[in-house]
């Protein structure tokens, strides 16, 4: 697979605080790279770092093949990369249809985009003339996913979209996000939900500190109990999704999930 997006050596700073260190990892074009790590890991900073809202003290960002590390946030944005921040980042006095008029500025074929993404996420079709502060949190976030997708990004970098939703609803925005994929566009996903991203993912990336501290297939992650402690189990049960429904999503997203890679191996019996 071809790298769309590849970080080398790249440190960030906040003052005299080194958040990012040496950080080097590849996402892959077609693929979801999910980026896990205990709270303070780096995450945010990672995200922010590639989508132009923070400069970077060392190393190197390309992305779809040119380097973009000297680039404003709308210059990166223009090219592609759609990064959907912690927090919702929506107008709540202005309508579904209205933010996502926003969000699309500029983006071809206005009319069309926006009927893409009623038909992506329907919820947000029937709530299209409703204020979007009066959503739901699950619709708001929606709602911030598809302010994403509208101007067709070729990466969607995505913070933490589940925080604070519902078991079911955080199962249903997973679909979305697969959905997503499936239509062509790569995903770098920073998730709480640990199974749930591990479902999707192609590819694991673990922060710790700063620093990279895993990169492998899912499958790898699952069979290594001491990582996943060391790393992953220390910030609370939510981390490895212990509700019952994340337990009923399991085997149609293990389907999915299989027929996109052959070499991973999800049967665990
Ligand atoms: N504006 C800032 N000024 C100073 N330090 C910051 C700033 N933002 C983040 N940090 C620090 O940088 C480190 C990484 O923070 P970051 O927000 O990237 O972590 P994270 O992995 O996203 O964590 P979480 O899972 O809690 O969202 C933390 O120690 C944090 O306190
Ligand atoms: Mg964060």
New binding site residues.
Partial sequence: MKPLLHLRGVEAR??H?V?LQNVSLIVPEGAVVALL??????????LRTVSGMMSLSRGEIIFDGAPIQRLPDYAIARRGLAHIP?GRGIFPSLTVRENLLMAGYGAPNGDGALGRVYELFPVLAQRREQAAGTLSGGEQQMLSLARGVITRPKLLAV??LSLGLAPILVAQLFDTVARIRDSGTSILL?E?YVRHALRLADIVVI?HK?RVAFIGEPGELAHDDSLVESYLGGKSSARFGVASEDAVALPMKATASSQRSKKRRVSRG
């Fill in positions: 906040y003052g605080f958040a790590g205990p709270n303070g890991a780096g995450k945010t900073t990672l912690e913070d933490e920073v709480q922060l700063g």
